[in-house]
C-alpha cells in the first residue's frame, strides 16, 4: 500500500505520483455548473424620483431622463479553461445590456462591456451602465433595463417615467403674437397666429398603447368670435420633428375675433392646456353713438377719454380701433395713444356706416 501527502501537492503532482507508483484506480466524474443571471441595480435617476416612489420620475415633453445601473454576477474569468471545447472553453465572462425606453426606443451594447470588475472565487463580478434619453410627447413609459451574459442569463430592472404635456404658446413677431392686414370695410382681415411647442412627432411610438400610444403632435386653432360663435380649424402645416418647432397659418374671418386659443389636437375638450390671448375692438365715438349701434363685442371709450381710462384695457391685447368712417381722424387718434402707451393697435380701414352697409351683424344698447 501506497502513501502520499497530499497536503502540499499540486494535483497534476498528484496524478505524476501516482502513475509514476503504476498503482491507482481513475474515476471520472461531471459536475454541472448552473448560470445565474444578473442582478441589477438602478440608481441615480435624474430628474430625481420622491422619496416615496424611487422607481418614477416625471419629466416634461421633449426633455431628458438619464439612470446609471450597477450589475453582479457570481461568474469570473478562468484563463485557464482551454482544454475541453465541450465544456464550452470559455475563459471570461462577458456582458452586454439593452434599454427599452418605452417608446419604441432602444439603447443597446452588445459588449462585451468595457470597466467590467472581474470577481474571484466568493467575490462576484462587478460592473455598471449609465443611459439617457428625451421623450417627444406626454405619456406613460416604462423604462426596462437588461443586462445579459455570455451564457444567456438576463437580469432586468424596471422603472417609470411620467412624461406631462406643456401647453403651447404664441411666439411674439415683432413683439406680437399676431400679424395681419387691417380689417376692411366688409369686416375681413387676414391673420398670422405664430406659436410654438416643445412636443414633437415620435413615429415608433406603437408599441404600448397605455402610454397614450401618439405618434404625432398635432394642434387645433379655436377661435372665439366674440359673438357666442368657436370655430375649430386643424393646423394642417405643421413640420414634425423639430424639438421646438414654429407654426404659422392665415385664417380670414368676417367678425372681430375676441379669443384665439392654440390646442394640442387630443385635448381640444378640455382647457388645461389652452394659452389666451386676442383682440379688443375700441369704439372711439361718443356714448350716444355707440349706444345707437356698435360692432358686436366692441368696448366704448371716447377718443378724448382714453388716456385717462386706458387701464381698462388688458395690455396683453391688440385694440382694433374704429369710429365713422374712412376719414374720421378719433380711431387714427386712438391708436396713436395706444401705442405711445406701450399697447399694440391698428385701426379697422372704414367705420360702422361700412360695416352696416356690408349687411355685417351690428348691436344696440337697450333703451330705458
Known amino acids: 500500500m501506497l502513501f502520499f501527502d497530499v497536503s502540499s501537492m499540486q494535483p497534476d503532482d498528484l496524478i505524476r505520483a501516482l502513475k509514476s507508483a503504476q498503482s491507482f484506480v481513475e474515476k471520472k466524474l461531471t459536475i454541472l455548473v448552473a448560470n445565474v443571471n444578473p442582478e441589477v441595480q438602478v440608481s441615480g435617476i435624474t430628474p430625481s424620483p420622491p422619496p416615496n416612489t424611487p422607481q418614477q420620475t416625471t ?51 452588445a ?58 404658446a404664441f411666439v411674439l413677431s415683432g413683439g406680437q403674437p399676431f400679424t395681419g392686414t387691417d380689417i376692411s370695410s366688409t369686416g375681413f382681415g387676414t391673420i398670422q397666429v405664430a406659436f410654438n411647442d416643445p412636443g414633437y412627432d415620435n413615429p415608433l411610438n406603437t408599441g404600448d398603447p397605455g402610454n397614450g400610444g401618439e405618434v404625432a403632435e398635432t394642434f ?9 360663435i368657436v370655430t375649430t380649424v386643424p393646423v394642417s402645416d405643421v413640420p414634425p420633428g423639430s424639438h421646438v418647432p414654429i407654426f404659422s397659418f392665415n385664417e380670414v374671418t368676417g367678425l372681430p375675433i375676441q379669443d384665439v386659443w392654440i390646442v394640442e389636437a387630443s385635448r381640444v375638450s378640455g ?20 349706444a345707437a349701434g ?22 396683453r391685447r391688440e385694440v382694433i380701433a374704429y369710429c365713422r368712417g374712412p376719414y374720421c381722424l378719433m380711431s387714427f387718434e386712438a391708436v396713436e395713444k395706444l401705442r405711445k402707451k406701450g399697447l399694440r393697435a391698428r385701426r379697422l380701414e372704414n367705420g360702422l356706416p361700412e360695416w352696416r352697409a356690408a349687411g355685417l351683424p351690428v348691436d344696440q344698447e337697450a333703451k330705458t
Request: negative net charge.
Open 111 to 168: 459588449g462585451p462591456l468595457m470597466g467590467v470588475i472581474n470577481g474571484s472565487p466568493g467575490v462576484h463580478t462587478q460592473g455598471g451602465i449609465s443611459g439617457s434619453h428625451t421623450y417627444a410627447d406626454n405619456g406613460t413609459y416604462t423604462v426596462t433595463v437588461r443586462i445579459l451574459d455570455d451564457d444567456g442569463g438576463v437580469g432586468t430592472k424596471t422603472f417609470t417615467v411620467t412624461v406631462n404635456n406643456i401647453a403651447p
Open 220 to 228: 387645433v386653432l379655436v377661435i372665439k368670435w366674440g359673438d357666442h
Open 294 to 315: 356698435h360692432v358686436p363685442g366692441a368696448i366704448n371709450i371716447p377718443v378724448h377719454e382714453l388716456e385717462k381710462r386706458i387701464k381698462e384695457l388688458p395690455k
Open 59 to 109: 419629466i416634461t415633453e421633449s426633455n431628458l431622463v438619464s439612470f446609471s445601473a450597477g450589475f453582479n454576477a457570481p461568474g469570473f474569468d478562468n484563463p485557464a479553461n482551454t482544454k475541453d471545447p465541450a465544456n464550452g472553453g470559455e475563459v471570461a465572462e462577458t456582458f452586454a445590456y439593452q434599454i427599452d425606453w418605452g417608446d419604441g426606443h432602444t439603447t443597446a451594447d
Open 271 to 290: 382647457d388645461a392646456d389652452t394659452l389666451t390671448t386676442g383682440f379688443i375692438v375700441l369704439d372711439a365715438r361718443s356714448p350716444e353713438a355707440y
